[in-house]
């Protein structure tokens, strides 16, 4: 890269705050620190010429966790556990819905639908039971009331009869809410270079070195680059996830009235205007979607366009576009927020609800660094 003086001047000169990737965790963190503190200087180092990862790619579903995902969660990690996990979503989405407002994101509270297998009445019959016990939990920590509603699924005949309702979820634009963040941040203050791809994290003489050639200083750093961080950091607990999405041209008399998940959330679909989008099924092929190079494959391609047949018959042969997103998952559902070094934090492992959780992570995150937490 031919960078003049000026650049190189410009970019490589210390921040207060440097954070590498520019997803919402990343734009989120910095328009945190900033409304803290506004005179504390914040740049951000984003390999591409816009965010890279999921954060502009993903379904746009506004949602804290289907009925099958919580009970699945409550038998692995307690019902505590779970409820933390659940309430940092939710408080997520508050935080966002504040911060971009519902209209700039494209917010439509249409609510979230979770469908069961014709064939498996064993899984609708425990979902089923145990909604109840799931709502008073979710009144206790939340305050919310009747969360999960069983209700007569009329629209997927493919489907199981019932299916359960919640009406406090909802379906965004992601894109329009990443332009929104971008804006903001901007306009605090923060400094956001594009096209900057970190290889190196200097820890002991506190610099950078990218791809193109420069060696940025920091002072203090928080890596918010999600299933991309083994490249930087070979050994933290985080693994990449690919996730590969469609969406139909648009289609008349279109039956998606919500969000809609199937199968523990794995497989996820819902309307855009006209169209359906539809996506996930990594479950599929656990060891081909652990990757972190964004593309496709037919394994996966084959069973989304046989769900689609199931929603809409005939909708495969009117797919409009394909793409993949890129996860960070592990063993724990928690992200990861921990000190590496002095002064270097992680942001990272949001799994599959970054929408969700990521606004409250960039408000841990401000904490940590600010008051070195
Ligand atoms: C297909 C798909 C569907 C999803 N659907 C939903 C949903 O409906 N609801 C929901 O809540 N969540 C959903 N998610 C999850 C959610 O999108 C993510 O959890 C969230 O976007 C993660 O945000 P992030 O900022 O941590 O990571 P990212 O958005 O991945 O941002 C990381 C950034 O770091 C940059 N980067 C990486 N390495 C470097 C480097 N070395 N140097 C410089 N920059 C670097 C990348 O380019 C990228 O822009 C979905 C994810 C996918 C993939």
Redesign the pocket.
């Known amino acids: 890269m031919n960078y003049s003086f000026w650049e190189k001047y410009f970019i490589e000169s210390p921040s207060e705050i440097t954070i ?8 989120s963190t910095a328009i945190s620190i900033k409304e803290r503190y506004p005179e504390v200087s914040v740049k951000i ?4 010429t816009s ?13 804290f966790g289907s009925v099958s995902e919580l009970l699945d969660d409550i038998e692995h990690i307690g019902e505590e556990a779970c409820m933390e996990i659940v309430k940092m ?1 939710w408080y997520g989405l508050k935080k966002l819905k504040e911060r971009v407002g519902i209209e700039n994101m494209e917010y439509h509270h249409v609510g979230g639908t979770e469908l069961f297998d014709k064939n498996d009445l064993q899984t609708f019959e425990k979902c089923q039971s145990q909604s109840d016990q799931l709502n008073e939990m979710l009144e206790d920590h939340l305050g919310i009331k009747t969360c999960y509603q069983v209700q007569r699924n009329h629209q997927l005949g493919a489907f199981h009869d019932y299916h359960l309702f919640n009406a406090y979820e909802g379906i965004i634009n ?1 894109v329009k809410m990443m332009h929104t963040l971008h804006r903001m941040a901007v306009q605090l203050g923060v400094q956001i270079f594009y096209g ?4 190196d994290i200097n820890m002991g003489d506190y610099t950078l070195s ?1 791809v193109e050639g420069l060696n940025i200083h920091f002072q203090k750093l928080i890596i ?6 083994r ?2 950091l070979p050994n933290i607990e985080v693994n990449p ?5 469609l969406m139909t041209k648009p289609l008349s008399n279109n039956p998606l009235k919500s ?1 809609y998940h199937f199968d523990r959330g794995y497989l ?1 679909f819902r309307p855009f205007q006209d169209r359906i989008l539809l ?2 099924g990594r479950n599929m092929d656990l060891s081909g979607e652990t990757t972190d190079a964004f593309g496709h494959s037919i394994i996966i391609q084959d069973y989304l366009c046989e769900r689609l047949e199931l929603i809409y018959p005939g909708a495969s042969q009117q797919i409009d576009c394909w ?6 998952v592990g063993e724990s559902k928690k992200p990861l927020t921990t000190w590496i070094h002095d002064d270097i934090l992680t ?2 492992r ?9 606004s409250h992570l960039g408000e841990q995150l401000a904490e940590k660094v600010l008051f070195n937490g």
């Not at 590498?20 to 734009?27: D, E, K, P, R």
């Not at 180092?45 to 591409?48: A, N, Q």
Request: proline share 3%; with cysteine.
């Open positions: 590498i990737g520019a997803g919402i965790v990343g734009l180092l984003e390999r591409s965010p890279n990862g999921a954060s502009t790619k993903n379904a746009g579903f506004s949602c979503r992601p900057h791809t970190i290889d990218t918010c680059t999600n299933g991309f961080t490249r930087l996830a690919r996730n590969q999405v969000g996820y996506g996930g793409w993949s997103g890129i996860m960070g942001g990272i949001l799994g599959g609800m970054g929408v969700a959780i990521g």
